[in-house]
């Protein structure tokens, strides 16, 4: 009978939302087995693969090693609209538009979500005013080609003959393209455009076409005669792999859609084409003393947390009293460096301290 069941059989979430501590990562073997209820895409978001296609590649896939847990994905505590819409993105391959206030925890999503699943990244694409949707797919240092290629022709005299320096030397992926390079069917990679709202006007748009398409041109490998060449790979992390990625005629496609994030500080609005095609999450903070002291829990070791109970619980309400006034904004990770300070004997709730905590809770 379907009451029977016990609460693990009845959740069949892709991303449960777990709050993960060093020591509570999934195995492999746990991640594979929420991965696998990854249902087929979409037929309109497929992306050079046929739903048959898709299942195939799917099973045929080996199963993938854990890398190190990264310290940004422990300690978080998700919403459970957070790990509704994130589940809902798995599902429907498209990307999630994640608002809220600095510091609001944000990025922090996006790092559970990989560390939970055991996905590739995430690939940290961070947006200034300046970024063009090519900083996201790729770089080629032509400069540096150019000047390998002069000390060559030095080397072996006016009339010697030498070959130009290979391209995939200076040609990297970038936190885009290689996000697209390595989603597999069934185990897309987590990139993470940070702070979209920063951008040029024309920066959402520009990435409406490789949203819907799925794969992008890298020109200076489509003029090479070549079938394939070796390229660099995205560096997100200094122990991440040195080896070398194939192209294949200068086009990076995706048979997978990657699990996209993009944060934003709500600095600007988004045109109804971009919107309509992402899920959108607005994050909010704690409105409580106890949906922050849960926080704290995660964060720091409870023991040290219960022998300034009191004046952490202090610094608390002073942190919402001053979210209450008008014109005041404050962000979760104000009050974390507040009680980390506490935790290392610095009292800020004594009077004399006030200067300091003034610093700390500072207005955004």
Not at 85 to 94: E, G, P, S, Y
Not at 175 to 192: D, I, K, N, T
Not at 266 to 294: H, I, K, M, W
Request: aromatic share 8%; hydrophobic share 35%; charged share 30%.
């Amino acid at each position: 009978m379907a009451n029977d069941q016990t609460a693990e059989e009845k959740d069949l979430r892709i991303y449960r939302g777990l709050t993960l501590s060093a020591d509570s990562v999934p195995n492999p073997e746990k991640q594979q087995e929420h991965l696998n209820r990854i249902p087929p895409p979409p037929p309109w978001r497929t992306f050079g693969l046929s739903v048959e296609e898709w299942k195939k590649a799917k099973s045929e896939e080996s199963s993938h090693n854990v890398g190190k847990s990264d310290p940004r994905a422990l300690g978080f505590v998700p919403s459970t609209q957070a790990v509704e819409l994130v589940n809902a993105a798995l599902c429907l391959r498209r990307p999630l538009l994640i608002e809220g206030n600095p510091g609001s925890g944000k990025t922090s999503l996006a790092y559970a979500v990989a560390c939970e699943l055991g996905l590739p990244g995430p690939y940290r694409w961070s947006i200034v005013s300046r970024t063009t949707l090519k900083d996201g797919l790729y770089a080629y240092d032509a400069i540096g080609r150019l000047q390998e290629a002069s000390l060559l022709r030095q080397k072996v005299g006016e009339t010697g003959k030498i070959a130009d320096p290979s391209i995939g030397k200076y040609l990297r992926l970038g936190p885009m393209g290689m996000a697209f390079h390595q989603s597999r069917p069934g185990r897309p990679a987590v990139l993470l455009i940070d702070e979209i709202d920063k951008s040029d006007i024309d920066m959402p748009n520009d990435l409406l076409h490789i949203f819907e398409e799925g794969f992008f041109e890298i020109p200076e490998l489509a003029r090479l005669q070549s079938d394939a060449e070796e390229v660099l790979p995205y560096r997100s992390q200094r122990d991440d792999s040195g080896t070398k990625i194939s192209i294949e005629k200068g086009f990076v496609q995706c048979q997978e859609f990657p699990l996209v994030f993009m944060t934003s500080n709500e600095a600007r609005e988004f045109s109804p084409a971009f919107l309509r095609r992402c899920l959108r999450l607005s994050v909010r903070q704690p409105d409580t003393e106890e949906g922050f002291y849960n926080i704290l829990e995660q964060r720091f070791d409870s023991e040290c947390l219960k022998k300034v109970d009191e004046p952490a619980r202090k610094l608390i309400q002073d942190f919402l009293d001053r979210i209450k006034k008008k014109d005041v904004k404050l962000a979760t990770d104000q009050l974390l460096n507040a009680i980390y300070l506490l935790l290392q004997g610095d009292n800020l709730t004594q009077e004399k301290r006030q200067f300091l905590l003034d610093t700390v809770f500072k207005s955004l």
